[in-house]
């Protein structure tokens, strides 16, 4: 594609870097990425999207904007109170990048909507706080064919891995590695337990970093790791993690064929 005058400025530091180039650049322009919850996590993910010149970001979240928030989702700020968190963000992306299409869906994800927004786009980023989310974006990233570049974090902890079991071996998906919830009230939300404001920019910085990479084909992939990040102990460790035979999803027999509600579903997703 040709670039503008502009767009080769904005975008020299990328265009030097032989990895990525213009073709790279080109590329990102013309990619989509769904990021789901405009919180924490996707607070510094969608920046750094649209920074980077992601042509169309989705954007999934129900909620609205909170002074509670602000502590650490920085896409947002005192003038946003009360507002959609999505149209808050969108506004946000929209001032820093205008070459970017941003696309908001207020909506809460569930089976009957989930799988057309994850067809809609490229790569999907989950920035979601809560387990059926996840889970349910793993099945749909998994039907659809759509990589997952999954993320959390809670009190002065993070992790980060990317899925894509639909390419066979040797890449695992989220349930190989989380095979089911954990109880309700075992696990404690940010609201319950807390969350250090800046770990939410270093473990959303890091999924923006991924979703760069799986769009650019570049670097060594996340699937098959887990990465964990201990902020007190300034400290990363990865975790190698291997496609689960017994997997309801991806295994050699599985029992979850679709979504909940869908013909030739088996057991409900979480």
């Given at each position: ?25 080109a590329?990102?322009?013309?990619s989509?990425v ?18 980077a010149?992601?042509g169309?970001i ?14 650490r ?20 992306l929209?001032?820093?990048?205008p070459?970017?299409v941003v696309?908001?869906h207020?909506?809460?994800l ?12 490229d790569i ?10 996840r ?5 749909a990233?998994?039907f659809?064919r759509?990589?997952l ?5 809670l ?12 390419e066979g071996?040797?890449?695992p998906?989220?349930?190989c ?8 009230g075992?696990?404690p ?5 807390g969350?250090?404001g ?7 910085s ?10 650019l084909g570049?670097?060594d ?7 964990l ?9 990865t ?16 029992t979850?064929?679709?979504l909940?509600?869908?013909?030739g579903?088996?057991?409900e997703?979480?």
């Open positions: 594609m040709d670039f503008t005058d502009s767009q080769i400025e904005r975008y020299s530091r990328h265009i030097i870097l032989k990895e990525v180039g213009g073709e790279g650049q590329r990102l322009l013309t989509s769904l990021v789901v919850g405009a919180g924490g996590l996707g607070a510094p993910l969608l920046l750094y999207l649209a920074a010149g992601v169309r989705g954007i999934v979240d129900d909620d609205t904007v909170d002074l509670s928030n602000l502590q989702q920085v896409v947002h700020d005192m003038d946003a109170l009360g507002q959609a968190k999505v149209d808050s963000a969108a506004a946000r929209r001032a820093i990048n070459d970017v696309e908001t207020r909506v809460r569930v089976p009957g909507n989930v799988r057309d927004l994850v067809r809609a786009y999907v980023a989950d920035g979601s706080d809560n387990f059926a989310t889970f349910l974006l793993n099945d990233c998994y659809e759509r990589p570049v999954s993320a959390a974090m009190r002065f902890d993070g992790q980060i891995s990317t899925f894509k079991a639909h071996a040797p890449h998906c989220y349930r590695v989380f095979p089911e919830p954990p109880p309700p075992l696990v939300s940010c609201s319950e337990a969350v250090l800046a770990l939410a920019g270093t473990v959303g890091l999924q923006a970093l991924e979703v760069l990479k799986e769009l570049i670097g992939s996340l699937s098959g790791r887990l990465m990040y201990d902020s007190l102990g300034a400290s990363f460790r975790v190698r993690v291997k496609p689960d035979p017994d997997c309801p999803l991806c295994g050699s027999h599985p979850i064929t679709a909940p509600g869908e013909k579903s088996g057991e997703t979480a």
